[in-house]
């Protein structure tokens, strides 16, 4: 990906794609305008404008991602509860229907904001703005957003988050990176959930996932958890503190652009004509 | 189904340029989909009727390309066709490998028609 806009054009498909290549063909008599924007152009943009706005306010903006019932919220409720008190939590949560997920947040007396996207499988950047809205970011140092629980549509849209952070729980079995390789590459931390039934499950090899997550190139950490007998909190705790640190420092030393200031990034349309 | 969602940005970014340029209509659209990009071809090809209906693009031939898993690896420095879920250097088999190609979802180009004189006007 380019590091300008964020377009996907690299010396590995340039060739077929620039001007004079193989997918560049028109009919004469017409005009072809060459884009080369992303199919989710607007959204990118959306999401960088939300990375932009967390980064003024030095927040840290976490992507929780997996199927459903992997133990998203359950995570959190633990997080929550063994995150030091300093460290100001706020949720932002996404589902089809129902506040159910954001009651639960809001019992440990934590800020909870629930997007129901109706019939939406994914969370995407504008609803992510949308709630912002309703988030004054100066009040916290953590961002959870929990994205719908599905291992396929949330990966493709860009929300704005620092980081994501995959749940595999144990009953899913250890071969979901071969499966769903597009979620499990986008992600910065791998979490097998559900760890306390591992004995229980004993066909699911953690050992094995690691082995599919390699296959797709991912350099991503791997933690073992349960957020019920609460094993590798610990780990995954001090991984979070961590990154709160690792982003301010970032924010620090690169500050972002204030204000509401939209820069749009356009490549030069070209117009060729036949 | 997330590629409705992701024809209907489609369709939006397609609407503006041929507005930009004062088009009739579009009659073709190439965009290109690598494995890795998590978009279905097939059913971005199914959902965009549903789309584009009633749009400047309602009767424009969607054109998809399929562009492939393409790593570099990090170790040896060759390059490798693979598999969307063996990332791995097909010369010494090392997993450090970087994805050159595969995860795209672009729009490539837009082909529009035009009145004669609309056709000659400069744009910028």
């Known amino acids: ?274 | 189904m997330h590629e409705l969602a992701i024809c209907q940005s489609l369709i939006d970014q397609v609407e503006n340029i041929a507005m930009e340029r004062n088009a009739q209509c579009v009659t073709s659209i190439i965009i290109a989909i690598g494995p890795l990009s998590g978009v279905e071809a097939q059913l971005l090809k199914n959902a965009y009727p549903i789309a584009s209906a009633g749009t400047i693009a309602e009767n424009a031939e969607l054109i998809i390309e399929t562009l492939p898993v393409r790593v570099k690896c990090t170790q040896c420095g060759s390059e490798s066709d693979v598999l969307s879920n063996k990332l791995i250097c097909k010369q010494c088999g090392d997993w450090r490998t970087t994805l050159i190609s595969g995860d795209e979802m672009m729009l490539m180009s837009v082909e529009l028609e035009k009145t004669q004189d609309s056709t000659t006007r400069a744009v910028h």
Request: hydrophobic share 35%; net charge negative.
């Open chain 1, 1 to 274: 990906m380019c590091d300008s806009c964020g377009c996907n054009i690299t010396h590995g498909n340039e060739d077929l794609i620039r001007p004079g290549g193989k997918l560049h063909k028109t009919e004469s008599g017409k005009e072809a305008v060459s884009v080369l924007h992303s199919l989710l152009h607007e959204n990118d943009h959306t999401a960088k404008h939300n990375r932009d706005h967390f980064d003024q306010h030095k927040v840290l903006a976490i992507n929780l991602m997996s199927s459903p019932g992997a133990g998203k919220t359950a995570l959190l409720e633990a997080t929550i509860q063994l995150l030091d008190k300093g460290i100001r939590i706020a949720v932002i949560e996404g589902d089809l229907e129902t506040e159910n997920d954001a009651e639960r947040i809001r019992k440990h007396g934590v800020k909870a904001i629930q997007i129901a996207t109706g019939s939406a499988c994914h969370l995407d950047a504008h609803m992510i703005h949308q709630a912002l809205h309703n988030l004054d970011l100066e009040e916290f140092d953590i961002v959870f957003i929990e994205n719908v629980g599905n291992l396929v549509c949330p990966a493709s849209f860009d929300l704005g988050q620092h980081l994501n952070v995959t749940l595999l729980s144990v009953p899913e079995g250890d071969d979901k990176p071969a499966k769903y390789p597009v979620m499990f590459r986008a992600s910065d931390l791998v979490m097998i959930s559900k760890s306390d039934l591992l004995p229980i499950l004993d066909d699911f090899k953690p050992d094995r996932a690691k082995n599919y997550l390699r296959d797709i190139a991912s350099t991503a950490p791997v933690m073992e958890l349960s957020s019920k007998d609460k094993s590798g909190m610990a780990e995954w705790i001090e991984w979070i503190k961590q990154q709160i640190e690792v982003r301010k420092t970032y924010v620090e030393q690169h500050p972002p652009a204030s204000g509401h200031a939209h820069s749009h990034h356009h490549h030069e349309h070209e117009e060729i004509k036949m």
